[in-house]
Nanobody
Framework: QVQLVESGGGLVQAGGSLRLSCAVS????????MGWYRQAPGKQRDLVAT????????NYADSVKGRFTISRDNAKKTVHLQMNGLKPEDTAVYYC??????????????WGQGTQVTVSS
């Protein structure tokens, strides 16, 4: 059973930065494409970034391209999302889960609790 534990969210002013982390267990982490998803109130959960198993290929949603950077540490089974230049529209609960190399969603059935990111204007 895969377990996903997200952390690092918080309240930040527009233009600020946050670094999210996700610890993964119960899965063959090093062979998985991983992704970060987010869900704003009243909206569907969307994929914002993916990273290939070895870390050499990354993809981003247009809305975050140039501001967010996804990375991973296979030895520690962690995936991170560095978020710079945050905007109020980035406010959401952020989740990590499996993704697809072609930047498509492919999550496990189970999700972590997510981490809340709130950006004030």
């Amino acid at each position: 059973q895969v377990q996903l534990v997200e952390s690092g969210g918080g309240l930040v002013q527009a233009g600020g930065s946050l670094r999210l982390s996700c610890a993964v267990s119960g899965a063959a982490f090093s062979i998985l494409t991983m992704g970060w998803y987010r869900q704003a109130p009243g909206k569907q959960r969307d994929l914002v970034a993916t990273i290939s198993s070895g870390g050499g290929s990354t993809n981003y949603a247009d809305s975050v391209k140039g501001r967010f950077t996804i990375s991973r540490d296979n030895a520690k089974k962690t995936v991170h999302l560095q978020m710079n230049g945050l905007k109020p529209e980035d406010t959401a609960v952020y989740y990590c889960n499996r993704g697809r190399i072609d930047f498509g969603p492919w999550p496990f059935d189970s999700w972590g609790q997510g981490t809340q990111v709130t950006v004030s204007s």
